[in-house]
Structure formats: C-alpha cells, structure tokens
C-alpha cells in the first residue's frame, strides 16, 4: 500500500500547500440470535480513501472508493475546490503545523484470531447463551449477540507522514426480559452493547462468562419481585459499567472544543464549558482525576495516532477536580487556544476528522468496596445503564440504571428495581466523596457514540472505579 499511495502524494496536481491521503480497510461481522433462533449472520467490507487538501488556510476533503491513481486525482480536485471557494468564508487560517509530519505504527494486542472459531460455532455459542438466561419461564426473551472487526488505515502526506495502524476489535453482549402480569424488567451484561474491547477471541473465552450469563437470567427474574426504588436525596454508589455512561455524557461530550465553539450545536448540541473555563473551573471533587488515555492496551478506543497523524499520549483533562485541557484536535486547539489531545477521529474513510473523545477515564482512588459502603447509613448502589436524558449543553441529567441494591447500616440488602437518578453535572462531580480502587477499577466500551453531520459512529472507552456521590436525587419509575 505505500509504494502506491507515496506515488499518489508524487503525482496528485493540485496547487494545495498541503495533501494527505488516509485509506481505510474494514472487515466487520454480525451474528445475533433471539430465544436460540438466529436473527442475523452478517459481514462487512468496505474500503476507500479520504483526500484532505490545504488551501489558502482551510481544509477541503473528497472521499472516493477506488484507489486507482485518476480516482485519487479526482477527488483530490474536488477537495480543493471546495477549500478555495470555503476559504473566502473561513475563520481561521491553518497551516501546516495543524498537519506535522509524523512516521509510525500500532497494532491491537491480541491472543487468539478473530476467525479462530468458525460462524457455525459462534452461531452454537450464542445459542447455548440464550438456553442459560432461560432460568425461568418467567424469562420471556432471551438475545445474545457477538460483533468483530479488523480495520487497518494508512495515512500519508505531502510532507512525509506515513502512519499504518491495524485495529482488531471484539463485543459481545446478552440479555434477558422477564415479566410477571404487568411487570417487566430486564437485565444484561453491564448494560447495552458495553463490554466492547480490542483483542481477540479471547475476550470470549473467559471463566467466568457461564456463570455471568446465568446471574443475568437470575437477576432479571429477581427483579419481578423486588421492590420499588425510593424517592429521595441519599447517598448513592455507582458501579464502573454505570459510571462508564456518566463519564462519557457529562465529562466527555461537554469537554469537546468543537461543540464549545458551536460547531455541534445545530446537531449534537452545545456545552455549558467556555473557553475561558480551562485551568480555573472546579469541574468536581478534589478526588475527580479524568485522563484521555488512547495508549492503554485493550480498552476499545486505543490508538497511537489520531487520525491526522497526531502522536495519541496520556493527559489529564480534569486533575484534582479542576478542569485542565479540552478534547479538541490541533486545528480546534488553535481556534479556540484551549490545550487539547490527539482526538481528531474519522469513523470511516468516506468521513473526515473530527473532535472525538477516545478512551476517557476516571484514576482510581485508594477505597475496597467494603469501605466505600461501610460507613453508609443508607443509600442505593446501581449497576447497568438502562436509560438516559442530558441537556444540549450536558448540564442537567437523568439516568436510569437495570438493577440496585438499597444500602443500609454499611451493607448491601434489598433488591431494587427501576432506579434512576438525576442532577446537574458540576452538582453531581463536586459531591464525589469516595473513589474504588485498582482493584475494583472496570474498562468498558461502546461502538455507538454518534456525532455529526453526517453522522459518524465511533467507539470510546471508558474505565472507572466504584464511586460515591454525596446527597444525589434518587427516584424509582412511578416518580
């Protein structure tokens, strides 16, 4: 691939200052199968090139499905027109320092292939997933589904970048209803579609996934019977697969520069940050220490560069519960001169880059579980995003959580079902009393982030320890 593209870079006349060609390469499959009956066995493949053009200080792009040296021309001519004719409006004159040269590559970990176990096989496994949810009669639907890719990209520039990176990415998820006369309820595998990493089959194949499949069923027929969540202010504990929603709703979306500059708000909204908030907003708790980590290995959304080339390294965004850095790629950086990090993601070859968050974490603290609720006279510990809300500018909120547990006298007793919670986002971090952890720190991700126009969906990560928040609203699903 890159005897062809450095030819392209040679060849390509057009009188841009600068060109980058990014090609993309995706294999993705499928299978999903409802009560043991299989529902869809699918694969993907898809390839193209998006050409990216500097003109007279603005960026112009051209996406084009076929590698062959005219295509490439041709797209190349029309993203210089559209720069040319964009830069009599633009707001802002980049340069080539929003696109330095820079030459590596990076590859997911992994220990067994993809492929290693045939669809038949898969198709049996998720099967036999469905058979074990079905502890009851009680369970009245029971799914189980397994997604996988392999994405390779190439980036190369008129300045001499050349970047290769191989992305293999594995999910699986399972889940079943139970009802009771008019009483429904579900239950899944930390909740929808989360348990998404890079890697392997082995992420299949651990343990414990029969016994965790059996406690879903289980805990979906508990919840029949359990009683109704209270409403009132208490003190409430979040486990690691819930917080993974609210750090990616109320830190990671309102920390995007782009949507702070209003580039987002006709689609995805705007922020109650500003500009002048980086370095002086207390955003939490002193114990609030929030990282864009893309280099930790496994977690969904690790990468060594973002899609323009730019080196991914571990910042801390929020530090201490001040507000530090945005999630903003160097040209937002330059426009809105708010320190940044290496986010500039693209979720395909036909779309260009744009600020995206990648893998965004809470640091863990030094609290056991048992020291987090033990001195809880009474509160509620939720598992498992069901359900949420969230302003256009992430500043009010409400969630709501698959299962809980009421909190008493320092220990864990009643079942709860229909829990949920709401506040606004500097109330809720500034009330974070106790953080979990290494030990009971938790990586999960999602595929379904969207963002832009056109839409793009891309995956995040997010890890996090168990976590208390002081004097939260707690409501059931009456209120």
């Known amino acids: 691939m890159w005897s062809e593209l450095t030819k392209a870079i040679a060849h390509i006349n057009v009188p841009a200052d600068w060109v980058g060609i990014r090609v993309v390469k995706e294999t993705s499959s499928n299978r999903h199968v409802r009560d043991g009956l299989p529902q869809a066995n699918g694969k993907y493949s898809t390839m193209g090139a998006m050409l990216e053009v500097l003109v007279n200080g603005c960026l112009g792009y051209a996406a084009t499905n076929s590698l062959d040296l005219a295509s490439l021309q041709a797209a190349a001519e029309i993203a210089y027109k559209q720069a040319l004719v964009a830069s009599e409006w633009r707001i802002y004159d980049f ?3 929003e696109r330095p040269k820079v030459v590596g590559e990076y590859n997911s970990p992994f220990l067994e292939p993809l492929d290693s176990l045939c669809p038949g096989e898969i198709n049996d496994l998720l099967v036999r997933i469905c058979q074990t949810l079905k502890v009851s009669d009680k369970i009245v639907q029971a799914t189980a589904s397994i997604t996988s890719s392999e994405k390779e990209s190439w980036f190369a520039s008129s300045n001499g970048s ?28 930390n909740g929808s579609h989360a348990n998404c ?12 996934l029969w016994q965790q499949v059996r406690q879903v069923g289980e805990q979906a027929v508990e919840l029949l019977t359990a009683e109704e969540c209270p409403t009132t202010r208490t003190n409430l504990v979040l486990a690691p697969d819930q917080m993974m929603l609210q750090i990616h709703e109320s830190v990671g979306h309102p920390l ?48 060594g560069f973002d899609d323009t080339g730019v080196v991914a390294t571990r ?48 640091e863990p603290g ?30 009010k909120f409400q969630f709501g ?76 699903g009456g209120s």
Not at 198 to 208: A, H, I, N, P, Y
Not at 270 to 280: P, Q
Not at 315 to 326: A, D, P, T
Not at 327 to 352: F, H
Request: proline share 4%; net charge neutral; aromatic share 12%.
């Open 95 to 97: 340069g080539v320092t």
């Open 162 to 189: 050349q970047v290769y990176q191989k992305f293999l990415s594995f999910g699986n998820h399972y889940g079943a209803i139970a009802q009771d006369g008019a009483i429904v309820q579900q239950r899944t595998n």
């Open 315 to 362: 910042e801390y965004v929020i530090k201490e519960g001040v507000l530090q850095r945005g999630l903003g790629s160097l040209e937002s950086q330059a426009r809105a001169s708010v320190a940044g990090v290496a986010c500039a993601r693209a979720s395909s070859w036909n779309r260009p880059p744009i600020d995206r968050m990648a893998n965004l974490n809470l």
């Open 401 to 476: 959580c698959e299962y809980a547990k009421l909190i008493e006298n320092g220990k864990l007793t009643k079942t709860l079902r229909n829990p949920n919670y709401r506040a606004t986002t500097p109330e809720f971090w500034q009330s974070l009393t106790k953080v979990g952890n290494a030990a009971n720190w938790q990586m999960y991700g999602t595929p379904f982030c969207g963002k832009g126009e056109p839409n793009q969906a891309i995956w995040v990560g997010h890890g996090s320890p168990v976590c208390l928040f002081a004097n939260v609203e707690v409501f059931g």
């Open 197 to 208: 990493y890079q890697g392997g089959l082995e992420l299949l194949k651990r343990d414990t």
């Open 256 to 303: 995007e520069i782009d949507r702070i500059l209003g580039d987002e708000r006709n689609y995805a909204g705007g922020s109650f940050v500003s500009k002048s908030d980086f370095g002086n907003l207390v955003y939490g708790s002193p114990l609030m220490n929030i990282t864009f980590d893309p280099t930790v290995p496994g977690e969904f959304a690790s990468y």
């Open 366 to 395: 030094n609290a056991t579980f048992a020291e987090i609720i033990s001195d809880i006279e009474h509160g509620v510990y939720m598992e498992s995003n069901r359900s949420w809300s969230i302003d256009d500018r992430r500043y």
